[in-house]
């Protein structure tokens, strides 16, 4: 079966960096580009952007265009979202979805507090 | 960027009831319009896709539809698995937006 499995809760300080993975299992990985969406607590769903998953080009949204990268490791159909200089704001909830929306990661809750 | 606006924020309803959200887009979408359920704590889960396709396992309860720039999520008879937040997302054009959300509460 189709799934996609996210790497495990994160603590981190203000400045640190952290890569949060998302593992994909049950279909081709690079039939699919791979998508990453925030939700903050409480609120609502953010789009971060794409990566091509043949290319390992990346498409960021603007609010993600600074220190937000995507990459891939494709041999291990794996995905990967990095976040440098964590601030207060990345607090929050990171999915990664196959294109389609179809199939979700079960979401890395990330929290940035000194 | 497309702007989504969903409406309402927040729908009490009670069980057996017909209800709507709508999501209107600031600019032509065609029918890359996707509907999405999440539970708290959870993962969204695709309903609608194509604006009027259900998703598989998707109950026949939900449907989707559009008019002009207005797009609508309708369930026929609200059922208590039903209580959860809604998003609709535009996929016409980068970058993609999501609405703001719809909590559907029991009244």
């Known amino acids: 079966q189709i799934q996609l499995v996210q790497s495990g809760p994160e603590l981190k300080k203000p400045g640190e960096s952290l890569k949060i993975s998302c593992k994909a299992s049950?279909?081709?990985?690079?039939?699919?580009?791979m998508q990453w969406v925030k939700q903050a607590p409480g609120k609502g769903l953010q789009y971060m952007g794409w990566?091509?998953?043949?290319?390992?080009?990346?498409t960021y949204a603007d609010d993600f265009k600074e220190r937000f990268v995507f990459s891939l490791e494709t041999s291990a159909s794996t995905a990967y979202l990095q976040i440098n200089n964590l601030k207060n704001e990345d607090t929050a909830t990171y999915f990664c979805?196959?294109?389609?929306?179809?199939?979700w990661g079960q979401g890395v809750m990330v929290t940035v507090s000194s | 960027d497309i702007q989504m606006t969903q409406s309402p924020s927040s729908l009490p309803a009670s069980l057996g009831d017909r209800v709507t959200i709508t999501c209107r887009a600031s600019?032509?979408?065609?029918?890359?319009l996707r509907w999405f359920q999440q539970k708290p704590g959870k993962s969204p889960r695709l309903m609608i896709y194509?604006?009027?396709n259900l998703a598989a396992g998707v109950p026949s309860r939900f449907s989707g539809s559009r008019s002009g720039s207005d797009y609508s999520l309708t369930i026929s008879s609200l059922e208590s698995e039903d209580m959860a937040d809604y998003y609709c997302?535009?996929?016409?054009?980068?970058?993609?937006?999501f609405g703001s959300g719809t909590k559907l509460e029991i009244k």
């Open positions: 979805a196959r294109t389609g929306f179809d199939y």
């Open positions: 049950g279909y081709t990985f690079t039939d699919y580009a």
């Open positions: 990566i091509n998953t043949q290319t390992g080009k990346p």
């Open positions: 600019q032509d979408i065609g029918n890359y």
């Open positions: 194509g604006a009027t």
């Open positions: 997302l535009q996929s016409k054009e980068s970058p993609l937006t």
